[in-house]
Nanobody
Framework: QLQLVESGGGLVQPGGSLRLSCAAS????????MGWYRQAPGKQRELVAT???????NYADSVKGRFIISRDNAKNTVYLQMNSLKPEDTAIYYC?????????WGQGTQVTVSS
């Protein structure tokens, strides 16, 4: 059973950066499609970025050019580098396979962008 633990969130000022990590309990090379998702207060969870070992990366228009998703299969970890953060990026961030599976949702990590 795959378990995912997100970390790296926090409070940051607009324009700042954060790097999120998603540690997996097993070999993520077995899961070629991984993604980062987020859920803002009062909104549905949305897909932020995806990474496929062969096909590369994709981003939501709202984060394109600011966020970078990457993975390190040797460390069983998926990352999300977030730059030029905006208040509208405030949300709980989760990682999961893509498309997501209910049994893999973790607790997420809170990102708050505020001055």
């Amino acid at each position: 059973q795959l378990q995912l633990v997100e970390s790296g969130g926090g409070l940051v000022q607009p324009g700042g950066s954060l790097r999120l990590s998603c540690a997996a309990s097993t070999y993520i090379f077995s899961f070629p499609n991984m993604g980062w998702y987020r859920q803002a207060p009062g909104k549905q969870r949305e897909l932020v970025a995806t990474i496929n070992s062969i096909r590369g990366t994709n981003y939501a228009d709202s984060v394109k050019g600011r966020f970078i998703i990457s993975r390190d299969n040797a460390k069983n970890t998926v990352y999300l580098q977030m730059n030029s953060l905006k208040p509208e990026d405030t949300a709980i961030y989760y990682c999961n396979v893509n498309p997501p599976r209910r049994e893999y949702w973790g607790q997420g990590t809170q990102v708050t962008v505020s001055s």
